[in-house]
Nanobody, 124 residues
């Protein structure tokens, strides 16, 4: 069992940056592939970024590629999402997720554990 808690969301202006953190507790964090997803009002939850267990492999949604960076610190049991050049369309609740197994995945259904989410609002 893994518990995930996201922090770092907030209200920013277009062009600003934010860094989200996801603190994990429970079983060994390094044994899990991890990812970030987001859900805007009235929309389905969508993939944002994913990283493998050692951080050697990453994959991004086209909409955030070049602006967002996912990383993890297994010693601190923490997952990060650095978000630069934010746009109003990035407004959503952001969720971190963990999946059993060391590989990464873009597929929401492959994830076993989810945080409660943190709100990111980008004004124009």
């Amino acid at each position: 069992q893994v518990q995930l808690v996201e922090t770092g969301g907030g209200l920013v202006q277009a062009g600003d940056s934010l860094r989200l953190s996801c603190a994990a507790s429970g079983r060994t964090f390094s044994s899990y592939g991890t990812g970030w997803f987001r859900q805007a009002p009235g929309e389905e939850r969508e993939f944002v970024a994913t990283i493998s267990w050692r951080g050697g492999s990453t994959y991004y949604a086209d909409s955030v590629k070049g602006r967002f960076t996912i990383s993890r610190d297994n010693a601190k049991n923490t997952l990060y999402l650095q978000m630069n050049s934010l746009k109003p369309e990035d407004t959503a609740v952001y969720y971190c997720a963990a999946k059993v197994g060391i590989s990464y995945s873009r597929t929401l259904d492959e994830y076993d554990y989810w945080g409660q989410g943190t709100q990111v609002t980008v004004s124009s």
